[in-house]
């Protein structure tokens, strides 16, 4: 996010990372990132399917989300 991608973004950026260095054992593990700024967005993304992650906001409203992934 110091390039100022937004939080899924960032998170993208760095499985994209991960794909491009070692692309045959990308397929083989999962990876996946949070991340979260000071606005209070947040964002994810993993390399495999089945990736999700609960929230819970200061309204106490709570959820779980399934992450975006590479592989679909």
Do not use: D, H, W
Not at 35 to 46: M, R
């Amino acid at each position: 996010m110091r390039q100022g991608y937004k939080p899924e973004a960032a998170c993208k950026e760095a499985v994209m990372r991960i794909i491009r260095k070692k692309p045959t054992v990308a397929k083989e593990i999962q990876v996946g990132f949070l991340a979260l700024n000071k606005k209070g967005e947040f964002g994810a993304y993993a390399i495999q399917t089945g990736f999700s992650y609960a929230v819970c906001t200061e309204m106490n409203q709570r959820q779980l989300i399934k992450g975006i992934s590479y592989y679909k």
